[in-house]
């Protein structure tokens, strides 16, 4: 059995280039409806759209990284900040034969200083902090200002003692016995 187009050609009541274009046009509308796109018009609508998603998610990806850049800046500063108060407030010219030790990135070290330096340390006057493999003795005063800033940066920092009070019945009170005591 022959198509419509066909007995519509025998018959004579139409032409070739017109069955060609109503083909071609059928093809178009199909091709069009599979697309999901049936007009430009909806073409340019889903470009336009399509952009400014690219652009939000775009504007999103660049905040995510200025935030993460910000938070290392911050950082970065106050480790620089950490380092220059420790670096000020150092005391140098403390060596001597008394050994302290304290932990450090879980390894245990030892510190040669002088009696009375041992001593301040021992008593809270004194504390140890440590930046980047590296170990600062400082006041108690500077100490609280590095751990408003950063608290893992002391390592060391003992409780006052207070001073004993004597009894006036004592009979042992000329013989006081160290608190640092080595044996």
Not at 20 to 36: L, P, T
Not at 77 to 93: F, V
Not at 151 to 175: F, G, H, M, R, S
């Amino acid at each position: 059995m022959a198509s419509l187009q066909d007995q519509l050609l025998k018959a004579g009541l139409t032409t070739k280039q017109k069955t060609r274009q109503a083909n071609s046009d059928k093809r178009k509308k199909n091709k069009q409806q599979r697309s999901g796109v049936e007009h430009g018009a909806s073409l340019q609508e889903q470009v336009k759209q399509d952009l400014a998603k690219s652009q939000a998610d775009k504007l999103a990806k660049d905040s995510a990284l200025n935030d993460v850049k910000k938070q290392k800046l911050a950082s970065k500063e106050q480790t620089l900040r950490i380092k220059q108060i420790l670096e000020h407030h150092q005391l140098t010219g403390v060596r001597g034969e008394s050994e302290y030790n304290y932990t450090f990135n879980n390894k245990v070290k030892k510190l040669a200083l002088n009696t009375i330096t041992h001593k301040a340390l021992v008593n809270g006057r004194l504390a140890l902090c440590g930046l980047n493999e590296t170990t600062y003795l400082v006041t108690s005063e500077t100490a609280a200002k590095v751990a408003e800033l950063d608290n893992t940066i002391v390592l060391v920092q003992n409780d006052k003692v207070a001073e004993q009070e004597t009894d006036e019945n004592d009979p042992y009170a000329d013989y006081q016995i160290p608190d640092d005591l080595m044996w």
